[in-house]
């Protein structure tokens, strides 16, 4: 007779004890989960690293894992920033659409989102400082693209409502919709951009003006 342990289990025990083993919890995220992890790390390590601080050793580290698991997720360290831009890209679009949907005057809806605009770029402030950072740093073509992307984005959106505004009869026929667009942007992205430096004490106010100007420039004379 074997007194060892494992000699008195029946077979019904050790089917229970292997089904224990085999849904024993697992500290492992599903792999969805999992890259959303690696994408908000990057996002807070681009926001205040930059690109060259940006490490994949570091980034595994902050997230919890291995540099092997992480490369199971993404190829490159240039993968990961595409990647964090499309994510900024969305979140953006959506910030817009969610301030305007409720306003049926496109003139309105514009005045909404340049008034808005120091808010957001103070509630998204990660996802502006990656967006700026690449803007100056990207030299490769792939990354180029994507914030070709996100700028075309913005701009289809904005020339929709001044498209709208001038079918309505309340913007400038004269200036082309896709000029105005990029007036705006380029409006807001300089401010934006030359804002740490300038040290305004009423940013926002100083936007508003800025805006009210740009729209005056498109609106129709009565």
Request: glycine share 4%; charged share 20%; hydrophobic share 45%.
């Amino acid at each position: 007779m074997r007194d060892d342990p494992i000699g008195n289990l029946t077979a019904s025990t050790m089917l229970v004890y292997a089904n224990i083993m085999v849904n024993k919890p697992s500290n492992r995220l599903p792999a969805v989960e999992r890259r959303k992890s690696i994408l908000a790390a990057a996002l807070t390590v681009l926001a205040q690293e930059g690109y060259a601080g940006m490490t994949t050793a570091r980034l595994a580290q902050k997230v919890g894992i291995s540099e092997p698991i992480l490369y199971r997720h993404f190829s490159s360290k240039r993968a990961i920033l595409r990647a964090v831009l499309d994510e900024v890209i969305a979140r953006m679009l959506t910030a817009f659409f969610e301030l305007t949907k409720a306003e049926t005057d496109p003139v309105a809806a514009l005045r909404v989102i340049c008034h808005a605009y120091p808010e957001l770029a103070r509630r998204f402030h990660r996802e502006f400082s990656v967006i700026n950072q690449a803007l100056v740093a990207a030299n490769d073509p792939a990354t180029r693209k994507i914030l070709a992307r996100h700028y075309d984005a913005y701009h289809g959106f904005l020339q929709m409502l001044i498209e709208r505004g001038q079918q309505a009869g309340s913007l400038r026929r004269d200036i082309p919709a896709a000029v105005g667009a990029w007036h705006i942007i380029h409006s807001a992205l300089g401010f934006l951009m030359t804002q740490p430096v300038r040290k305004c004490a009423n940013s926002a106010k100083e936007f508003e003006r800025l805006a009210e100007a740009g729209l005056t420039g498109l609106m129709k004379i009565s």
